[in-house]
């Protein structure tokens, strides 16, 4: 079974940066899979923020965050890492890491394949 924690939100101002982790365990046995960041604000639909091929780190961005925000991903440590820099406001939101089980292809924004799903972490941007 695998499991994702995410961790690093918090509360800071317009311009400000937060690294968000998401460590995982059990992890799937395939090297082809996809991992990603998604938030949810209050009152709105769920939003794939970035995404990571587990193969060739391939990654993709949503345009709200395009320029801002960098996916990484750390194999060896089995964590998943989200740099957010120039917050804004509207960034404020939930943030969860997914990941899928096997996959081959470009990974998908849609959170609809993505099988495991942390519990989520905070991030509140004031202006």
């Known amino acids: 079974q695998v499991q994702l924690v995410e961790s690093g939100g918090g509360s800071v101002q317009a311009g400000g940066s937060l690294r968000l982790s998401c460590a995982a365990s059990?992890?799937?046995?395939?090297?082809?899979?996809?991992m990603g960041w998604f938030r949810q604000a209050p009152g709105k639909e769920r939003e794939g923020v970035a995404n990571?091929?587990?193969?060739?780190?391939?990654?993709t961005y949503s345009d709200s965050v395009k320029g801002r925000f960098t996916i990484a991903q750390d194999q060896a440590k089995n964590t998943l890492y989200l740099q957010m820099n120039s917050l804004k406001p509207d960034d404020t939101a939930m943030y969860y890491c997914a990941t899928t089980q096997s996959y081959y292809g470009p990974c998908p924004t849609s959170g609809t394949i993505y099988k495991y799903w942390g519990q989520g972490t905070q991030v509140t941007v004031s202006s």
């Open positions: 059990g992890v799937t046995a395939s090297r082809y899979y996809c």
């Open positions: 990571i091929y587990s193969v060739g780190g391939e990654t």
